[in-house]
């Protein structure tokens, strides 16, 4: 079989920018060991020049708004190019955090009581703390990496953060109390289960990024039953959102060990110590092998012809 060239797409129009770059190098220099790569750095919301569908497997890095939720996908599919990962229909679900929890709830596995609103028609205070009281998590809808997250505790915290929502669909949730886990799913097999530990309370955008901030436990240290239960809800909501090759799903485990779903990120930070190369090497992939992994089934398609979802 005749290897395509990976082009790795990396950069993108959203928050998270610079965090995609940083993923974009690292699996450019890990595909390079196997496959011949290409770098593209992706700067507007549309294919970059140079991109022949005859020639090109893409492994997209890019996260956030066009990039992981469905808008760079369909732009692939009606050019014809094949591409690693979710396809566009399962990426724009899962890029709603609401749908997601939805769907994922037809197979059993439950998120956090939530209250889902525009920023032209915002809940009172009152309605918000009637229902699911004073302690709560505000968040947008449609964003990655943490992105304009605010924990509240009280009604004047509550107030001030929903008087500065002027625009988009934005959740807000229980805020739960528990272990924060993630799970990579690969191919619908779940890998192993890291537990994350912000030092501040907070899994934050910085807490993400800035090193020392954050303890990482791969794979987590669970009893052998609730592992097994934490790998069976991520393939279960993996399976539910249609999602294709790999995904990384997250949980909230409370005290009483009760699973809750946070959301699942069809294109998750991949540099070598980001969540979904952990859960990896908790199964025995290293980084290298994991991103071979991750981009064979698009090269497969591409092989056999299976690639593009025609419009």
Known sequence: ???????????GTSAEREVSLGSG???????????????FEIKA???PEGLDPARHVVFSTLHGTFGEDGGMQRLMDG?????????????ALTMDKARTKLAAAGRGVHGARQILF???????ADAVIGQLGTAVVVKPNAEGSSVGLSLVQDRAGLESVLAGI???????????QGRELSVGVLGGRALGVVEIRPKSGVYDYASKYTKGLTEYFAPAPLDAAVTAAVQHAAAEAFAACGCRD???VDFILTEKNTLYLLEINTLPGMKETSLLPMSARCTGLDFTAL?????MPAVQRFATGAGPIRP
């Not at 690292?26 to 011949?36: G, K, W």
């Open 166 to 176: 002027t625009r988009g669909d934005w959740l807000i949730e229980e805020r739960l």
């Open 1 to 11: 079989m005749k290897l395509p060239i990976i082009a790795v797409f990396a950069g």
């Open 246 to 248: 790999y995904a990384r």
């Open 118 to 124: 525009h920023a032209g028609s915002k809940p009172s």
């Open 45 to 47: 919301d549309a294919l």
């Open 291 to 295: 991103v071979r992994e991750l981009v």
């Open 25 to 39: 190098r690292a699996c450019a220099l890990a595909l390079a060991r196997t496959f011949p790569t290409q770098f």
């Open 79 to 91: 050019a014809g190019v094949t591409y690693a990962g979710c396809d566009a229909a399962s990426s």
